[in-house]
């Protein structure tokens, strides 16, 4: 075989295995955390004992688990039983490093403190929810063809961050808007790619590239990637709401996930098959839709 045919099965099989979608990265998920109080109870954070048990779970073969994070923000309040049913079931998000003077204890466990935190408070857990359903909105609002408010949208920012919006409004074309949208969405989404990384894992005759991260949140972006992607794939790829008046991804196509890999008992990580039945994303859009387009319609005929 020529130095050239090589060079060419080389490509093939680099390109073969990307596709593979071997999502092996795994996150610990404690058998209980302790809710630890500071400032007076003005707020709290996670923390799991030393003697809990953990268990693993792949979170990229969780279907949709950025868009269920994201989500929880459309609650009129993200209460503190939210926050605590989140952790129980997927984890902490790692938001909080080790100590890095003590080269052992990140030599043995790794930089992030996946049992929890003072980073793991249930204030970063509101604010990264909300910041996750504003970038989504973003994106699906910058795929609109009514295009987006900024303006309203940088309210939004900067009331969950805390920061003053500067005075005066910058007039923007609507495709000024949607551009400006798409670089905020690619800058964050590729702030958290930076804790994703490649793997290369044994599967049946070989070896294939699979993905894993440094923390739950970082692969929660790479979904968010994957669904940046999706938008420019397969007509299909992108299954959103039913009402013409919604824009609202109700979920994604993303890479096949390898079997028989899942370490929990009953667990979801070795990957439900996504719901393409499902039309609406809530209960109000199908009221609104039947209204409109159905009940309506008879009443015309």
């Not at 909105?137 to 309203?152: I, K, N, Q, T, V």
């Not at 990637?225 to 992108?238: H, I, K, N, R």
Request: glycine share 8%; net charge negative.
């Amino acid at each position: 075989m020529s130095e050239r045919e090589n060079i060419d099965l080389f490509s093939q099989a680099a390109v073969k295995s990307v596709k593979s979608g071997l999502d092996v990265g795994t996150w610990p998920v404690w058998e209980r955390y302790d809710v630890v109080e500071v400032d007076g109870g003005a707020d709290s954070y996670l923390l799991a004992p030393q003697d809990a048990a953990y268990e693993w779970v792949y979170p990229l073969r969780l279907p949709s688990l950025f868009l269920e994070f994201a989500r929880i923000a459309d609650q009129e309040e993200i209460t503190r039983e939210v926050w605590l049913d989140w952790a129980h079931r997927y984890g902490v998000l790692g938001l909080t490093l080790r100590d890095q003077s003590d080269p052992v204890q990140v030599a043995l466990f790794g930089h992030v403190r996946e049992e929890g935190g003072p980073k793991e408070s249930f204030k970063e857990f509101v604010r990264e929810a909300k910041e996750a359903n504003w970038l989504l909105r973003l994106c699906e609002s910058y795929a609109s063809p009514e295009g987006l408010d900024r303006f309203r949208f940088l309210e939004e920012a900067s009331e969950i961050h805390g920061h003053r919006l500067p005075s005066g409004r910058v007039r923007m074309t609507p495709d000024d808007s949607r551009e400006w949208a798409l670089s905020v969405v690619l800058n964050k989404v590729q702030y958290y790619l930076q804790d994703c990384y490649p793997v290369i894992v044994p599967v049946e005759g070989g070896f294939a590239q699979g993905w894993a991260f440094h923390t739950l949140l970082s692969g929660m972006y790479l979904q968010m990637m994957w669904l940046l992607t999706a938008f420019t794939g397969e007509e299909d790829d992108v299954l959103r709401c039913k009402r013409p008046e919604c824009t609202r991804v109700i979920t994604y196509k993303q890479p096949e996930q390898p079997k028989g890999l899942a370490t929990r008992k009953n667990d979801r990580s070795g990957g439900y098959k996504t719901r393409r039945d499902k039309e609406f994303c809530s209960g109000r859009c199908r009221g609104l839709y039947h209204y409109h387009y159905v009940k309506k319609a008879k009443g015309r005929g």
